[in-house]
């Protein structure tokens, strides 16, 4: 009665997580975020990201289950049915010149993975998990004759992924598998012109909405090479299909009053609507990404790693405009070391304990710059008392890094991500026995 209790109450939760996380709107707050289709989320687990966000060579990690969607080949390692739900936070800082932004923090659920197994060399997985966040404001002025211009950029939404995928094996060194995934939400972005100082003065704001939905595939293989019963060396690649997701685009353009009374400043509804353009039929083409990684692992001691990814992200078009981006690389390396994960006595020598590095060319060339970002992260595996052949695992992972420049009059961010996830592996789908 028990198991059926924990099982009814994981249930609930998750149900609750993927409903919170569905209607959850990204405040990444960004400005480089208004670029393509936002910040991007590679989806990865707290786990993962603690070691430099290394994922294509990875399967299982100190003996645990990992729902690793990076490599849907990983699958074919998922032995017990297993559960990974989790939260984030972000706080961030921007400086521009000599001048040091306000900081901004966000806290949300991020992620639901399930998996079970099929087989003894295979499993489904399905879940839902952030794909990009766009958030920004900030203002620019000039002068029109003596009079004083605001020009103001905002934006808001983000893309979620949810995805179904099976992976298995081949023997025992070669697994394959592969994702479909849906992609959908909204993106929002708007410039306003204000003449604050000018009294009745007509203020213009456009609005581009993008409510995107569409198909998505994942796919990769795995090689791995044991030595002894205990250390494998395990080659990976993934890939992310260049699809083509629909998208619905609309362009509003408004007017409307500013009016302060000398403590707040307030604004009237749209006066009038100048244009209201819809273009229904567009299209988002998503590019081909590339992952390739390395890793070799004692098993219940020590796993090192390392990946390099390439998106061909400088064909990204949207509604059939290419949106002048460049190509993407990433450089990823990490691991973690387990002091005695068979110590009876010792509860320290029991915890993963994770550190990793990551460097990234983004998409993005502002001003003639490449605007890189490079983050460390460092993190712990909690194992929990195990409970009727059940394993719990609570996972932390911590990264500091910075995105961007101060060359060019550019924005350098700084910022803190945490990522909380609690994981569990068990027996649901057994098939008894009777002599």
């Known amino acids: 009665m028990i198991k059926y209790i924990r099982s009814g109450l994981t249930f609930l939760f998750t ?3 993927v409903g919170a996380m569905a209607q959850a709107t990204a405040t990444t707050s960004s400005p480089y975020s208004q670029y393509g289709l936002g910040t991007l989320n590679n989806g990865l687990l707290p786990q993962t990201r603690a070691m430099g966000s290394i994922s294509t060579a990875i399967n299982r990690i100190s003996g645990y289950n990992t729902i690793n969607i990076q490599n849907p080949a990983s699958y074919s390692s998922i032995n017990l049915t297993s559960i990974d739900i989790g939260l984030y936070g972000n706080v961030s800082t921007l400086k521009q010149g000599n001048v040091t932004g306000q900081s901004n ?19 489904l997985s399905f879940g839902l998990v952030p794909y990009s966040e766009l958030g920004y404001n900030y203002r620019n002025s000039g002068k029109i004759d003596t009079n004083t211009v605001n020009y103001i950029y905002s934006g808001d939404g983000g893309l979620s992924k949810a995805y179904a995928g099976y ?23 708007f ?4 003449l604050p100082n000018l009294v009745g003065a007509i203020n213009t704001r456009s609005e581009r909405s993008n409510s995107v939905g569409g198909i998505n595939f994942d796919y990769g293989t795995q090689v791995n090479f044991d030595f002894g019963e205990t250390q494998h060396l395990i080659f990976g690649y993934s890939g992310s299909a260049g699809s083509s997701i629909k998208s619905e685009i609309r362009n509003v353009v408004s007017q409307y009053l500013v009016s302060t009374d000398g403590i707040d400043v307030n604004e009237s509804p749209a006066i009038d609507t100048t244009s209201n353009q819809i273009i229904s039929n567009g299209k988002i ?24 990814s390439r998106g061909n992200w400088s064909s990204l078009t949207i509604g059939g405009v290419n949106q002048g981006l460049q190509n993407s690389q990433t450089f ?24 990793g590095a990551r460097y990234e060319k983004t998409y993005i060339r502002a001003s003639n710059t490449n605007i890189n970002e490079k983050a460390v992260s460092i993190g712990l595996g909690l194992p929990l008392p195990r409970n009727d052949g059940a394993f719990y695992k609570i996972n932390l992972a911590g990264e500091y890094g910075q995105r961007g420049t101060l060359s060019n009059n550019l924005i350098k961010e ?17 098939r008894y026995k009777f002599d």
Do not use: C, M
Not at 191 to 194: M, Q
């Open 167 to 189: 992976g298995f094996g081949i023997g025992r060194h070669l697994s394959f598998g592969g994702n479909v995934s849906y992609i959908f939400g909204n993106l929002r972005k």
């Open 191 to 194: 410039r306003s012109t204000e």
């Open 15 to 17: 149900v609750l997580s």
């Open 332 to 355: 990823n390396v990490g691991g973690q070391y387990t002091p005695n994960n068979n110590s009876l006595r010792n509860y320290l020598a029991l915890v993963d304990y994770r550190l």
């Open 414 to 430: 700084n910022f803190f991500t945490i990522h909380v996830g609690f994981t569990l592996n068990d027996t649901w789908f057994r």
């Open 105 to 123: 923090g966000n806290f949300r659920l991020s992620h639901f993975n399930f998996a079970a197994p099929v087989s003894k060399r295979s499993a």
């Open 285 to 308: 083409k998503l590019p081909l990404i590339h992952h390739f990684g390395v890793s070799f692992q004692r098993d219940g001691k020590f796993l090192i790693g390392a990946d390099y």
